[in-house]
């Protein structure tokens, strides 16, 4: 880059930024300005208090000496004990007076002579006490002047005593004899007061220049708010997002997030509606990803999220994957609607453009997500990672590479370990774990959840079998009524010591058609013991009806739901009638998604049993069994 461009570059950056310049600018001047006034202000009021002690202590001084007829009157000799008396008397005022020294001068031809002086402690232990008649080595020419004055002087001196600030107060005695009244003071407490000054125009000079970068900031920021957020949601607009990817370097995860028939809600409902849909939909997803990311409303169908860089986009495809969407996007009027997923992670100045040809290809093929290095390798890509992973997924069943790991279901009224649920985790052959969401899919579409189920039962019918440990597997509806698994697992529960102890969570997404037939295979398990729990109740088959006719022993409240209670009063009591519901006929109630103590107290406020989430626990690969409960 040139000189000129570098010096154009920064010249345009300048400029662009005039309005805080001006602002700042205009402070900083009228802050100097204020600090030198203050500076000089301060200083000559702390000169003028000063002379003012000067002045006090002379007149004061002046009535001590008036009765010392050596000093005042004719008699040119003093006794030495009188003489002690005097300074004595005057050194004890100067100190009640606060200056350093009060004393008399006197001056015979071009001569001036001490008659009197008061000393300090330091004087005497060092004998430089002023004798009567002593001769002013460091006279100045004001003091030669002040003899034939009538007029108060005051002047700046350094002798031997130190740097002072004097007044020199002329009196003629009735005998005729002109003397001088003085008192020093030293000017270390004139520069300490000076400095005080200088400090209080600095302190008060960055208080307002602090209050003028304030509002120099308030002044861009209105500025930037009025071109670079969304009036409609209070978000950032697609203005603000340019302004980030031109600024941002290097790599960065961006999603794009499109709302199926959103264009058609518009038409039907009005703007209004359209961008209160939008709007809920961008606070859902800060509620749901956190301050990690930035939230853009980049069209009226459209958002856009940017992940901090410091998040791997592992995991800000794992976050996007576990967003819940099935809840409303608007409650009045109530309204659904299907959102697709574009991802990217790659060069600022193309993350956009890839993750949007991602978002377009997610739609056409009715995709939850999409990500664009899958988008641009055709199907077959997305074909041959399929059957990479069903490879590595069949052989990780050989080689017993799935492995539970255990998250507690906590008492709500002792507190104390109920049960474990056992969620699936599959680990690499360099014995990483891999992200559920990575091979959970390729297992539903390959139908190998029946493998699944049978690794988990096995692996913790093993750990658990000589324990009173309770535990639970997850199943879906397909697997309950699966005539061989079923055979297969009536026949574990006769070996198993306890059955009572086993719960099957039967995944209330799966959704289920034929009421009548599972209810058969239901009975089944119950029969041999086992307890079954709807899962994630409240998205699927929560008509009361049908959860009656199934006949469970209890159910696990949507994780979605139990998240909004504290700032949802319609979820609330939402959930308060099911609770109330299953208590009335005789259901346990387990609420999961507990990641605080508010949460907590809410459900435990509604009358639920059990409680799950990471309040209590991440799911963990090992458990100490001698603490778990019965």
């Not at 120099?216 to 340019?242: C, E, I, Q």
């Not at 169908?301 to 794992?318: C, F, G, P, S, W």
């Not at 899919?441 to 019918?461: G, H, N």
């Amino acid at each position: 880059m040139s000189i000129r461009s570098l010096l154009m570059r920064v010249w345009m950056n300048t400029w662009h930024y005039r309005g805080i310049w001006i602002v700042f600018l205009s402070g900083l001047a009228a802050i100097s300005l204020y600090s030198l006034v203050t500076f000089f202000y301060q200083k000559h009021h702390a000169l003028a208090e000063i002379d003012q002690r000067l002045h006090q202590a002379a007149l004061g001084a002046l009535e001590i000496v008036k009765s010392q007829s050596a000093i005042v009157g004719e008699q040119k000799s003093f006794a030495d004990s009188d003489y002690q008396k005097l300074i004595m008397q005057m050194s004890e005022f100067a100190r009640r007076s606060d200056v350093e020294y009060v004393y008399t001068l006197e001056k015979i031809a071009d001569s001036i002579f001490f008659t009197s002086s008061s000393y300090t402690a330091e004087d005497a232990e060092s004998g430089l006490v002023t004798r009567y008649f002593d001769v002013y080595e460091s006279t100045t020419p004001t003091q030669h002047q002040a003899f034939l004055s009538q007029t108060i002087q005051y002047e700046n001196t350094v002798d031997k005593w130190g740097e002072f600030r004097s007044i020199l107060l002329p009196y003629t005695t009735e005998s005729g004899r002109t003397i001088l009244i003085c008192a020093d003071i030293n000017l270390a407490e004139v520069k300490n007061a000076t400095l005080n000054s200088l400090y209080f125009a600095l302190i008060s000079g960055v208080y307002f220049l602090g209050l003028s970068f304030l509002y120099g900031l308030a002044y861009v920021y209105k500025m930037r708010s009025a071109l670079t957020l969304d009036p409609a949601s209070g978000f950032a607009n697609h203005a603000a997002l340019s302004e980030l990817l031109k600024k941002a370097r290097g790599q960065m995860s961006l999603a794009v997030i499109g709302c199926k028939d959103l264009a058609d809600i518009g038409s039907f409902y009005g703007q209004d509606v359209l961008d209160a849909c939008v709007s809920n939909l961008l606070q859902q997803l800060s509620d749901s990803l956190g301050k990690e990311y930035k939230y853009f409303r980049f069209s009226p169908t459209k958002v856009v999220v940017v992940a901090n860089k410091e998040i791997a986009y592992e995991d800000v495809l794992a976050c996007l994957t576990e967003l819940n969407v099935g809840s409303p996007i608007l409650d009045s009027p109530l309204i659904y609607t299907k959102i697709h997923i574009g991802c990217d992670n790659g060069l600022s100045s193309q993350v956009l453009e890839n993750a949007l040809l991602a978002e377009t290809i997610a739609r056409s093929e009715d995709l939850m997500l999409q990500c664009y290095s899958s988008a641009f390798n055709e199907l077959k890509s997305k074909y041959q990672y399929n059957i990479v992973m069903s490879a590595e997924i069949s052989q990780a069943f050989t080689e017993n590479r799935f492995v539970p790991f255990f998250q507690p279901i906590i008492s709500v009224e002792s507190g104390a370990i109920v049960k474990y649920e056992a969620l699936a985790r599959l680990k690499d052959k360099q014995g990483n774990f891999v992200p559920p969401f990575k091979f959970l899919p390729v297992i539903y579409r390959s139908r190998l959840d029946r493998e699944l189920v049978k690794t988990m039962f096995l692996q913790c019918a093993q750990r658990f079998n000589q324990t009173n440990v309770c535990w639970s597997i997850n199943m879906s509806a397909a697997d309950m009524m699966d005539p061989a698994l079923c055979h297969w697992l009536l026949e574990q529960l006769e070996l198993y010591s306890n059955p009572k102890n086993i719960t099957f969570e039967l995944l209330e997404t799966e959704g289920v058609d034929d009421y009548a037939s599972i209810k058969v295979y239901i009975n089944k398990y119950q029969a041999a013991g086992v307890k079954i729990f709807i899962d994630d109740f409240g998205v699927g088959y929560s008509n009361i009806s049908h959860f009656l006719k199934l006949n469970v022993d209890g159910l696990k409240i949507d994780g979605s739901l139990i998240e909004r209670i504290c700032e949802d009063k319609d979820i609330r009591l939402f959930i308060e009638h099911i609770v109330q519901f299953a208590n009335s006929v005789g259901f346990e109630v387990v609420a999961e998604y507990i990641e605080n103590e508010q949460i907590l107290a809410e459900v435990a406020g509604l009358g639920v049993h059990m409680a799950q989430g990471y309040h209590f626990s991440a799911p963990v690969e090992h458990i100490e069994l001698d603490v778990a409960a019965a």
